[in-house]
T-cell receptor
Framework: QKEVEQNSGPLSVPEGAIASLNCTYS??????FFWYRQYSGKSPELIMS????GDKEDGRFTAQLNKASQYVSLLIRDSQPSDSATYLC??????????FGDGTTLTVKP | DVKVTQSSRYLVKRTGEKVFLECVQD?????MFWYRQDPGLGLRLIYF???????EKGDIPEGYSVSREKKERFSLILESASTNQTSMYLC?????????????FGQGTRLTVV
């Protein structure tokens, strides 16, 4: 079993729809959780971080964390073609080392 | 503006060569990382360093070594390059200790070994 698993994708949604990205992790002592966006040929860039159970909203993005279920999700509301990218879930333990999922590729169709 | 800079964007090396990939960060981060990224395999950790001269093996350290003589610089060394080390290499840095902040990535080095 991989330490961090993401829904395999690819995911395709129409413009204006909600995109839902999911991630599960195996290490219960994980402390920090991040979502990165990576455009083709570019480096990952942080879009959301979440550290405690519940929801965290930032503009069109909402991250959800459930430590009991070892589950993190990212919702993108009013999806835009510019949101088309690969989204990486990362989980960090107390040593500061991040483990990444394989990523989910999202395509938003105009 | 935070910055992680990798020495080369593209690199072509011959099989058997010793290859150095350099990474410099200007954020006074304790942690530095080297990942490789391959299609379908995601980001895999090669080595990470949590302090000067300190290093830990990641998931795929075989064929690689690292050096961190100064806090801002973390080097990845391919002792004898092989074709299966053709990949995108990404350096990242983050604060250490209890802060657990996000990682900032360099622009990546696409290495081709022929």
């Amino acid at each position: 079993q991989k330490e961090v698993e993401q829904n395999s994708g690819p995911l395709s949604v129409p413009e204006g729809a909600i995109a839902s990205l999911n991630c599960t992790y195996s290490d219960r002592v994980s402390q920090s959780f991040f979502w990165y966006r990576q455009y083709s040929g570019k480096s990952p860039e942080l879009i959301m971080s979440i550290y405690s159970n519940g929801d965290k909203e930032d503009g069109r993005f909402t991250a959800q964390l459930n430590k009991a279920s070892q589950y993190v999700s990212l919702l993108i509301r009013d999806s835009q073609p510019s949101d088309s990218a690969t989204y990486l879930c990362a989980v960090t333990g107390n040593a500061g080392k991040s483990t990444f999922g394989d990523g989910t590729t999202l395509t938003v169709k105009p | 503006d935070v910055k992680v800079t990798q020495s080369s964007r593209y690199l072509v090396k011959r099989t058997g060569e010793k290859v150095f990939l350099e990474c410099v960060q200007d954020m006074d981060h304790e942690n530095m990382f080297w990942y490789r990224q391959d299609p379908g395999l995601g980001l895999r950790l090669i080595y990470f360093s949590y302090d000067v001269k300190m290093k830990e093996k990641g998931d795929i350290p075989e064929g690689y070594s690292v050096s961190r003589e100064k806090k801002e610089r973390f080097s990845l060394i391919l002792e004898s390059a092989s074709t299966n080390q053709t990949s995108m290499y990404l350096c990242a840095s983050s604060f250490g200790g209890a802060r657990n902040t996000e990682a900032f990535f360099g622009q990546g080095t696409r290495l081709t070994v022929v």
